[in-house]
Nanobody, 123 residues
Framework: QVQLVESGGGLVQAGGSLRLSCAAS????????TGWFRQAPGKEREFVAA???????LYRDSVKGRFTISRDNAKNTLYLQMNNLKPEDTAVYYC?????????????????WGQGTQVTVSS
């Protein structure tokens, strides 16, 4: 069982920045796929960014050049640096860990989820 705890969400004006953190209870963090997803009100949860099992980094097109995913394996912590935020980035952001393979951009590839942290971007 892997427990994930997100932090770092909040209210920010358009053009601002936030850094999300996700602390994991597992010591084999580096062996798994780790990703960020988000869900806006009335919409389905969608992929944002991921570090795949082979170390490749993937981004949703709309966040490329603005968001950066990183991972500190020694601290078992996943990060999402979000710059130049836009109102359409407003959502609950979830981190996730996948242990059994599959496309790192797919919700179904992930086995463990955090509780989510709210990000609100005002215009």
């Amino acid at each position: 069982q892997v427990q994930l705890v997100e932090s770092g969400g909040g209210l920010v004006q358009a053009g601002g920045s936030l850094r999300l953190s996700c602390a994991a209870s597992t010591r084999t963090f580096s062996s798994y796929a780790t990703g960020w997803f988000r869900q806006a009100p009335g919409k389905e949860r969608e992929f944002v960014a991921a570090i795949a099992w082979n170390g490749n980094i993937l981004y949703r097109d709309s966040v490329k050049g603005r968001f950066t995913i990183s991972r500190d394996n020694a601290k078992n912590t996943l990060y999402l640096q979000m710059n130049n935020l836009k109102p359409e980035d407003t959502a609950v952001y979830y981190c996730a860990v996948g242990i059994r393979g599959g496309g790192a951009y797919l919700l179904g590839s992930y086995d463990y989820w955090g509780q989510g942290t709210q990000v609100t971007v005002s215009s």
